[in-house]
């Protein structure tokens, strides 16, 4: 069993940044992609980054392109999210998750495992 838990969020205001971090347990970590998603109240879980096994390779939504950063520490069994600056629209739970792929995966169909979710709030 794989266990994720995000840290990091919190309240900012617009133009703020925020580093999210999720630690992964297990020894496998390296073996899979992982992305983060964001669910804000009342819409759907939405993609936001991935990055593939080693690190190499990573993608984003067309919302967070040039201002999230996805990156991972295998060694530390972390993966990060560094989001600079935020704006309102960005105000949502954000999740990490592990794909059972090595490569980038974006749909929500293609994780097995997700964290509990860490809120993030971005003030106009």
């Known amino acids: 069993q794989v266990q994720l838990v995000e840290s990091g969020g919190g309240l900012v205001q617009a133009g703020d940044s925020l580093r999210l971090s999720c630690a992964a347990s297990?020894?496998?970590?390296?073996?899979?992609?992982m992305g983060w998603f964001r669910q804000a109240p009342g819409k759907e879980r939405e993609f936001v980054a991935a990055?593939?096994?080693?690190?190499?390779?990573?993608v984003y939504a067309d919302s967070v392109k040039g201002r999230f950063t996805i990156s991972r520490d295998n060694a530390k069994n972390t993966v990060y999210l560094q989001m600079n600056s935020l704006k309102p629209e960005d105000t949502a739970v954000y999740y990490c998750?592990?794909?059972?792929?090595?490569?980038?995966?974006?749909?929500?169909?293609?994780?097995?495992?997700w964290g509990q979710g860490t809120q993030v709030a971005v003030s106009s």
């Open positions: 998750a592990r794909s059972f792929r090595g490569a980038v995966a974006t749909l929500t169909g293609e994780y097995d495992y």
């Open positions: 297990g020894r496998t970590f390296s073996m899979y992609a």
């Open positions: 990055i593939t096994r080693s690190g190499s390779s990573t």
